[in-house]
């Protein structure tokens, strides 16, 4: 019986640099696993950014959003990065300023404010966008 390898090649995302962007994103669209432990600070070890979950309590594939002006603040659009509907369950935020998921594409729509600093291990909103700062 003989083995079979794969090379595996880590999954880039690019992000144009306009001035009218400004965001930083990771994502696994789906794959990439955050630590299965349900400590915030293990599971987004980042700073400035908001982590998302597929699960509750910090668990499963992470998302992960910074703005690159934080004062100005960017609307980032989940249906597009495959984050859309309910699939985010539980959120990180290690920025001072305060996240808000939209119900609607272009931050419109019924919104649901996270946490500044902040903790939320388990929700559910149907989201399609995100403002961060």
Not at 87 to 102: C, D, E, I, M, W
Not at 109 to 117: A, D, K, Y
Request: glycine letters at 10%; charged letters at 10%.
């Amino acid at each position: 019986m003989s083995a079979i390898s794969a090379r595996v090649r880590p999954l880039r995302v690019a992000v144009p640099l306009a001035a009218s962007i400004g965001l930083l994103l990771s994502t696994g669209s789906g794959t990439a696993q955050a630590d299965t432990t349900a400590d915030p600070a293990t599971a987004c070890p980042f700073s400035r950014t908001l982590c998302l979950f597929d699960q509750p309590d910090y668990n499963g594939a992470r998302f992960t959003a910074q703005s690159l002006n934080p004062p100005t603040g960017v609307c980032v659009d989940l249906v597009e990065h495959g984050w859309g509907g309910t699939r985010a369950r539980s959120a990180v935020n290690n920025a001072p300023q305060t996240p808000v998921l939209f119900a609607g594409s272009d931050c419109t729509g019924s919104p649901l404010p996270l946490s500044g600093n902040g903790l939320n291990a388990s929700f559910t909103f149907d989201a399609k966008s995100v403002i961060v700062h």
